[in-house]
């Protein structure tokens, strides 16, 4: 197999030049690599037809496909449509964890391989759910905010009013992908104890967590942490009930998919004093609705999904994607 035209389709993320360097790197010089910049995260992503979290238009994508065999992207909407268009086209390389932008009955029908670069955020997302962790458990927003007012709350080193430590806690990761367990080893650098929901886990990855079922994790829980793909089986996974189950104080974390969470519900339990703090990076709607009730929620962190948002990440994100062309190729 032979690729001599890859349509480089780059953002103001994972840019056109740092595909275009990780690919010359591993192919040379033979292969024509034509480049289009999608607008995001200038312009949020979102539904292209029939696929998500995508960047950019159908028609600008079809007219720069002709003659391409391989495009490597992150964002540009791969539809039925524009697969329709793509006569030569036999491999896709999607530079994120999973193909949300591409419509893969579509491509399977007309014989292209879709591939992705798992992993690609790991490491900013796990170090970016640790600090929103100690940012919630902490209270570092709302104090922060109070010493910039003018205040200066001694009062909250009262003993009703303090923040929890993470070493000794026990912490229940839901899902254990590459994410979860690197999140999983740093809390236990912290001297905490973390239970793990995953039927897909590898136990021989669990390095010391505890594998146990959802309603087990969730009752012995003093901090809970979403890690899991958002699927039809996990849509909603955690909503009133499951929140209920925590004790009474715990933290909630969020940095995989809004989708998993029932917000509504955490809200509620927020102001009843059911959840003692919550952090979230992503959110059912983004960007947040101006009459969400997050924007007032209570005991909150709240960051516009950037979890995944480092320079390493970009580049290892080309560098997966370029080592995945060569993998087609059969090089590597």
Known sequence: MQLNRILVVGDHFV?????????????GAGVELPELTLPW???PFGPVAEVDEASGDEDELIAALPG??????????LTARVLAAAEDLRLVVVCRGGPV????????????????TPG?????AAEHTVALLLAALRRVPDTDAGVRAGQW?????????VGS???????GLVGYGAIGRRVGRILRAFDAEVLVHDPYADPATLDGAESVGLDDLLRRSSVLSLHARLTPDTTGMIGAAE???LPRGAVLVNTARGGLLDYDAAVDALQAGHLGAAAFDVFDAEPIPADSRLRTAPRTVLTPHLAGATRQTAERAATLAADEVLAYLGRR
Request: hydrophobic share 45%; no cysteine.
């Open 15 to 27: 840019t056109p030049q740092l595909l275009t360097d990780a690919l010359r790197d591993r192919l």
């Open 41 to 43: 995260p200038h312009t």
């Open 68 to 77: 391409a065999q391989a495009v490597v992207t992150q964002m540009a909407p």
């Open 101 to 116: 932008n591409v419509n893969l009955k579509a491509a399977a029908d007309r014989g292209v391989e879709v591939r992705t």
């Open 120 to 124: 690609r955020n790991a490491v900013a």
């Open 153 to 161: 709350r001694s009062d909250l080193y009262a003993l009703d009013a």
């Open 165 to 171: 430590e993470l070493a000794g806690s026990t912490v």
């Open 243 to 245: 929140l209920a189950r």
